[in-house]
């Protein structure tokens, strides 16, 4: 992106950069630039590309940004890392907000965020943004020196902390959330995982790995083990046509279902009638 030094560039965007264009010292995790804006709606975010990791923490409201032709938008509490060589490009945001934001080098930079479990391209639950982090950091990178590089390093590190355990703490609210309409509804027939993600605001990607993650199973295995014991109880009164069995616990297609029973249970549907 064109490269501004000035401290204001708006009435509502401040941003502040470190005096030399690379880092002076062989960190792992550089502090390029730091800033604050508040958006009112109808607000054009910069236009370029850039090559280095864009981290944005949403404050209050919510801000429209576009990136590489997608809509993205920062919500209160919602961190968005923007990844290297990818572009952004201004669009009138929908919406007023404000967020804070940070621009990371280094020699392993990308290496870290990864590690850290922070994926790109898509805003996610961090918690409240740091703000007294992010103001320690403005003071950091307007220092000169190698020490100031090495403080801004470590505060950036810190930030990275924060947005760990904001979003470990939403990740295991979302899979108990999961867990519990997965446990509700798996004898809708009309019930997925792509429903369940879609109502979670999520991925199914990113749902299945945070799932997989806390549960040591994926949603679409939990959902099946859940139809396929209560298949098993229903089999076992003997009581329902088989037909009927497997709708009641979300098959729509009785020879599917057949062959799930005969697959767990080693066995197929009709012998296991009775059988405790």
Known sequence: MT???????SPEWHGWWRASERPGLPLALGARSVGRCAAPRGWHHGTGTVGWTNLYWGVSGAVDLMADGQRVTISANELWLHPPASRISGTPSRNAGSYRWLTIDGEH???TIAACGLGYHF????GPCPVALFDRLESEVQAFGPH???R????VYAILTAAIGGSLQRHSELVAQARAMITERFTDPDFSIQALATTLGLDRSVLSRRFSAECQRAPAEFLQELRLQH??????AGQLPIASIAQRCGFTDPAYFARRIRHTFGASPRSLRGLP
């Open 148 to 150: 100031a590089e090495a």
């Open 123 to 126: 805003a996610h639950s961090a």
């Open 3 to 9: 490269k501004r030094r000035s401290a204001e560039i």
């Open 231 to 236: 298949a098993r109880s229903l089999l076992a």
């Open 109 to 111: 930079a990308a290496a």
């Open 152 to 155: 801004a390093s470590a505060t």
